[in-house]
């Protein structure tokens, strides 16, 4: 009978021990626990989403993928043309080990995208911190960004955009979620199995060694008290072996001969092996033995769970395997035939002539899937309604400005140029607008089409209500991209979750599913893949429910994109939204709450049908090249995003209307669905034709300087000042 | 006329290269593996940028000793036109084609933005352009802080081979703007004989207006034309 301290290692519970013994007929040997406890581990067995999971929007015309069946999803972009897209999270290993923790997220991801034979041609990331005043915090943060920085820009991938965001939530517990989008010929998407019996299973790349074993169980399935001792479970990047990777591995994928490829993720050859062999419905016969090695002396149980950096799986039709031998040894890489594909469902594991083990695969890869409704039974959810502090309701023109230049001042709204700019992000010579919009566009070369991407989310109000948050999070992800003037087509998203094993947990990763499922269908927008990282709690409480939205838009490439902000004095600006000054609830899980009143409470609300009207409505302008710049109004309020629009080319505004009474709300509310544009005064018929019936409105002028409402005048250029400072300490 | 760009393993700016030679300004391009020993017939060789040999040792330090590189160092010698973007810059500092070297930017991380260059146009390589006139190509490093002793920045100097030094928007060479902390802002600069130019700008990434500016596609422009001039 096996220890409970070695299940707590696995991460296994007793009952699914258990399981494994009635499903097996028998005990499992040390070497089979360790199978059991990397595929049955929440990273690679999703026991606690599987369910949630299979509800989800994932098909559209444009699909081409079944969700969850290959490394990433893929999406038709005409022309046979597909873009593969996926988000992974690096969350717990970069808690640990900042630097090679989010280093080798990104190798992870970018493995993710060329094992489907497609060239990696964007990165995007989306990163969450505590505050920056903390030293171990700064630390973890600037790791981060170096880790991604110092790998990332090895690869000749742009690194095209994002979001960072500090809230006490992230304490000891930062998320990095790595986004990466890869083109390939729609016709030529590499599978991730064997075609038959007799086929060779190669291994690529690094040597196997001892780093990252119980990866995916320990740290990426667990709650993570005294993980820092794990830090052996955290793996190191090779980035130069990488980058001979992803050409080695797109050249190989033009041979015939070669008929799958997967990615040495988590849980090493294990999950690798026998998720290829699974999809194949064909059995796999291993050699340990055969597997090079980093150093003497290593167990079978070592090499099957290494997760060893930079290592790629192939299947190659047997006895043709020279011309991709030749290739590899070109980029002078390692390989070796470490296995077969057998008839049969077996996987059968050998040391030389030593057998080991001989298991179902089915058994292997059928973790039990719990039911989180019955989880989150009985839970009910603490809803705190809003306080409004009184001083904003009645109009104070000091106070106004006060709030307004520490909202600037705040590292959620100031610049990110000093992460962004540590990335390379024109590499590829495709980045038509750069980091530090609300989307970023590549063009695609030898097609008319060009694509927006945008990777984010906001957790707060997901904290505040999860549904609606989840809403909120795909409708922004859209907008962001209608800005642009494209048209989203695709999602991919990253979940990342407080513990799924306690009611509040499991509460809200049914809410966000619920929210997503109906975002989705009205947005049709398909989610195409993701990730879901659990258990994500610091030393006290869990963070926030932190789903990031990946989003891919498409249009023609002679769309006149808007600009971010205005252009020039002169030029109308005009709102698109139900009304100019949102509602009582907008202060709910606002940027403002979180710096002033120091808390989370409220209610959110969201009519995703009037969302899809302006967002069409935007598009349309865009399309018929009638305004100069777009931006949405998202956090920090109408009055952030205003300020934004003056910044970038350094103008001002004057605004034709009487700051109310309830002036926070008003100018720091964070309602759904606006969009604050500028425009030439000749094209204002055009654009009330347009928009006639829609909610819009024109509310002032483009300045040279300051901002100027009826009732009060805010100076601009200490804002643009602080803004363009950047963080409160150096990343 | 024939255009040739080294591949090392870890390059990765050779197809943006190809892409602005080739696809844009119609020369005839060709990729050359590290691992060859002879330059065939060329016209221009390019060391493009990225990461040669994961940049291990020093950035530019084992590629400069790949098999091609014996013939690289004696088509420059025989005053064969190369072009090195920053890794390849690096890359010819190593091999001692260029003097000087480029250590690590001054803030100790990555850069990457476009940056304002101040052009010389007395060199094959920027003879097109106007001279004075500040161009706009974008930067993509972690080491291209170009360091020299003082007897060879003097030379450089007084031999009129800086070709591209950081500035300011309307031109202005100064400590303010000069992102990597460069002696005398140097981002650019050519051998003795003229023939070899090191920079640390990308001039293949300003290759459109599209994506941002096509200001380097000139210095391409520049070297094939001197070539067909003969």
């Known amino acids: ?731 | 006329m024939k255009i040739g760009i080294v591949v090392f393993p870890g390059t990765w700016s050779e197809s943006d290269t190809f892409y602005a030679t080739k696809d844009i300004l119609g020369f005839q391009t060709e990729y050359i593996w590290h691992k060859d020993q002879k330059l065939n017939n060329l016209d221009l060789v390019v060391l493009p940028g990225g990461f040669s040999y994961g940049d291990y040792l020093r950035t530019g330090a084992i590629a400069s000793f790949s098999p091609i590189m014996e013939d690289v160092i004696k088509f420059a010698n025989n005053g064969g036109p190369v072009i090195g973007i920053c890794n390849g810059f690096q890359i010819l500092c190593e091999s001692k084609l260029l003097p000087g070297i480029l250590i690590r930017n001054k803030n100790l991380s990555f850069i990457c933005e476009w940056s304002n260059l101040l052009v010389n146009n007395q060199s094959k390589f920027t003879d097109e352009y106007q001279n004075k006139e500040v161009i706009k190509i974008p930067i993509s490093h972690g080491e291209g802080n170009y360091q020299a002793d003082r007897y060879t920045i003097d030379q450089l100097e007084d031999e009129n081979r800086i070709i591209f030094r950081y500035c300011s928007n309307d031109g202005t060479v100064n400590e303010i703007n000069n992102p990597n902390g460069s002696i005398n802002n140097i981002a650019g600069i050519t051998n003795k004989a003229g023939n070899v130019l090191g920079m640390m700008p990308h001039p293949e990434k300003a290759s459109e207006k599209l994506i941002g500016g096509d200001d380097g596609l000139t210095i391409f422009k520049s070297i094939m034309k001197k070539v067909s001039d003969g």
């Open chain 1, 1 to 731: 009978m096996v220890s409970e301290e070695i299940l707590k290692e696995l991460a296994l519970t007793l009952s699914e021990y258990d399981l494994i013994i009635e499903k097996l007929g028998r005990e499992p040997n040390e070497l089979e626990l360790g199978l059991f406890g990397a595929l049955w581990s929440e990273h690679c067995g999703y026991k606690h989403t599987k369910k949630l999971l299979r509800t989800i929007k994932s098909k559209s015309k444009y699909t081409l993928t079944e969700a969850g069946e290959e490394n990433a999803g893929a999406i038709n972009i005409g022309d046979n043309k597909a873009i593969v897209m996926k988000i992974e999270s690096h969350n717990h290993p970069s808690a640990v080990e900042p630097y090679e923790g989010a280093a080798t997220g990104v190798g992870g991801i970018v493995r993710d995208i060329f094992a489907m034979g497609a060239r990696p041609i964007a990165l995007l990331n989306s990163l969450r911190f505590s505050d920056l005043s903390n030293d171990r915090n700064m630390q973890i943060a600037k790791g981060v960004v170096q880790g991604i920085s110092g790998y990332g820009n090895c690869l000749g991938i742009p690194n095209i955009g994002g979001e960072c965001y500090f809230d006490e939530s992230y304490e000891n517990n930062p998320l990095v979620n790595a986004m990466c989008v890869g083109l390939v010929e729609a016709d030529s998407i590499l599978s991730a199995k064997a075609e038959s019996p007799g086929d060779l299973l190669i291994i690529i790349g690094s040597e196997t060694g001892r780093d990252g074993i119980h990866g995916a169980s320990g740290l990426a399935s667990q709650n993570f008290e005294e993980t820092i001792e794990l830090r052996s479970a955290v793996q190191v990047g090779n980035p130069f072996l990488e980058k001979l990777l992803i050409e080695a591995c797109l050249e190989i994928s033009q041979l015939d001969e070669l008929v799958g490829m997967q990615d040495c993720g988590a849980a090493g050859i294990t999950s690798a092996a026998i998720e290829m062999a699974e999809r194949s419905n064909l059995g796999l016969r291993i050699d340990v033995s055969k597997v090079p090695v980093r150093e003497k002396g290593m167990t079978p149980y070592e090499i099957m769970l290494s997760e060893s950096q930079e290592r790629m799986l192939i299947a190659v039709r047997n006895n043709e395997y020279k011309n991709i031998f030749n290739t590899l040894e070109k980029w002078d890489l390692k390989c070796e035939i470490i296995g077969e594909f057998i008839e049969g469902n077996d996987v059968e594991i050998y040391n030389q002539k030593e057998f080991l083990s001989k298991t179902p695969i089915k058994i292997l890869t059928s973790p039990p899937e719990y039911d989180l409704n019955i989880i989150s039974t009985g839970y009910a959810p603490n809803k705190k309604k809003i306080t409004i502090n009184k001083s904003y309701s009645s109009f104070n023109g000091n106070m106004i400005k006060d709030f307004t230049q520490r909202i600037f001042e705040s590292d959620n709204i100031v610049s990110k140029k000093s992460i962004y700019n540590k990335y390379d992000h024109h590499v590829q010579t495709n980045t038509v607008v750069e980091p530090g919009s609300d989307a970023s566009v590549l063009r695609i070369k030898n097609t008319d089409k060009m694509l927006a991407f945008s990777c984010d989310g906001n957790s707060r109000l997901c904290g505040v209500d999860p549904k609606l948050g989840a809403e909120i999070n795909i409708a922004e992800a859209c907008r962001n991209i209608s800005v642009m003037g494209a048209t989203p087509i695709g999602l991919t998203d990253g979940l990342n979750f407080g513990d799924p094993t306690k009611p509040k947990g499991a509460y809200e990763l049914i809410e966000t599913f619920n929210g997503f499922n109906h975002a989705c269908e009205i947005f049709d927008t398909p989610i195409i893949s993701g990730n879901a990282s659990l258990f994500n709690q610091g030393h006290t409480s869990s963070i926030n429910p932190t789903p990031i939205i990946g989003a891919m838009g498409i249009m023609n490439k002679n769309t006149n994109i808007p600009s971010k902000g205005f252009i020039v004095p002169g030029h109308k600006i005009g709102i698109l939204a139900k009304n100019l000054w949102g509602t009582d609830l907008g202060l709910s899980g606002s940027e403002f709450q979180r710096i002033f009143d120091k808390e989370l409470s409220g209610e959110i609300s969201i009519d995703l049908e009037f969302e899809k009207v302006i967002q069409e409505s935007i598009r349309k302008l865009i399309a018929e090249n009638l305004i100069k710049s777009a931006h949405d109004i998202s956090l920090g309020g109408f009055m952030t995003a205003l300020v934004l629009s003056c910044e970038k080319n350094k103008l001002g505004a004057e605004i034709e209307k009487v700051v109310p009474e309830n002036w926070a709300g008003a100018l720091f509310g964070e309602d759904q669905s606006r969009i604050i544009f500028s425009y030439d005064v000749k094209n204002k018929n055009k654009i009330s034709k347009i928009l006639n019936k829609i909610h819009w409105s024109e509310i002032g002028t483009v300045t040279k300087k300051n901002i100027k409402f009826k009732n009060i005048l805010i100076e601009s250029d200490p804002m643009f000042l602080s803004y363009n400072k950047g963080f409160s300490r150096d990343i």
